[in-house]
């Protein structure tokens, strides 16, 4: 059985990446499933005099603790003025004080989606490239208009789109 644990890197309570990771987290068969939800890690901004001051928040340890307990990490990207949202820039700045590794060199599957027609591909770009050079990072997927592609039932319902997702997915799988 593999641990999987699934975040939209969001703070909106109603959050569509969080929806998304989750979807796609419960998708995979034979694994243990942790939905964490940022809003349950705000921290301070991070600084490096806050760090020497305070050192490493107990929500950043906690968050870090959920990467070791994984065996692969699904993380869903919402947009914010084409870059991370503050949130999820705020925690990984935090957990990547620890252990100069903040993912673990876990497999992650980096998706994002928004309503538009680009479906956050600028912040997902991003991510593969920052996350690329440190980590695993064997699969990565953006969905498009959200609300016309996806339905929390059926999935993506868009025939294309959904192809080329269940092929990310398969090459994440694989590497767990």
Same mark, same amino acid.
């Given at each position: 059985?593999?641990?999987?644990?699934?975040?939209?890197?969001?703070?909106?309570?109603?959050?569509?990446?969080?929806?998304?990771?989750?979807?796609?987290?419960?998708?995979?068969?034979?694994?243990?499933?942790?939905?964490?939800?940022?809003?349950?890690?705000?921290?301070?901004?991070?600084?490096?005099?806050?760090?020497?001051?305070?050192?490493?928040?107990?929500? @950043? %340890?906690?968050?870090?603790?959920?990467?070791?307990? $994984?065996?692969?990490?699904?993380? /869903? +990207?919402? !947009?914010?003025?084409?870059?991370?949202?503050?949130?999820?820039?705020?925690?990984?700045?935090?957990?990547?004080?620890?252990?100069?590794?903040?993912?673990?060199?876990?497999?992650?599957?980096?998706?994002?989606?928004?309503?538009?027609?680009?479906?956050?591909?600028?912040?997902?770009?991003?991510?593969? @490239? %920052?996350?690329?050079?440190?980590?695993?990072?064997? $699969?990565?997927?953006?969905?498009? /208009? +959200?609300? !016309?592609?996806?339905?929390?039932?059926?999935?993506?319902?868009?025939?294309?789109?959904?192809?080329?997702?269940?092929?990310?997915?398969?090459?994440?799988?694989?590497?767990?």
């Amino acid at each position: 059985m593999k641990n999987i644990l699934a975040f939209g890197a969001s703070s909106s309570k109603k959050s569509i990446n969080k929806a998304f990771a989750s979807y796609v987290a419960k998708g995979i068969t034979n694994s243990e499933i942790r939905i964490l939800d940022l809003n349950d890690f705000e921290m301070p901004i991070y600084s490096i005099d806050r760090e020497n001051d305070d050192g490493i928040p107990t929500k @950043a %340890k906690e968050f870090k603790q959920h990467i070791r307990w $994984a065996d692969g990490i699904i993380v /869903s +990207f919402a !947009e914010h003025n084409g870059a991370y949202s503050v949130a999820f820039k705020n925690v990984f700045d935090w957990v990547s004080r620890m252990d100069n590794e903040a993912w673990e060199e876990k497999p992650m599957f980096l998706l994002a989606t928004s309503p538009g027609a680009r479906g956050a591909q600028t912040v997902l770009d991003i991510a593969v @490239a %920052k996350f690329s050079r440190s980590t695993n990072v064997p $699969a990565y997927f953006s969905l498009p /208009s +959200f609300r !016309e592609n996806f339905d929390n039932n059926k999935g993506i319902i868009n025939q294309e789109l959904n192809i080329e997702f269940k092929e990310q997915l398969s090459m994440f799988i694989a590497s767990l």
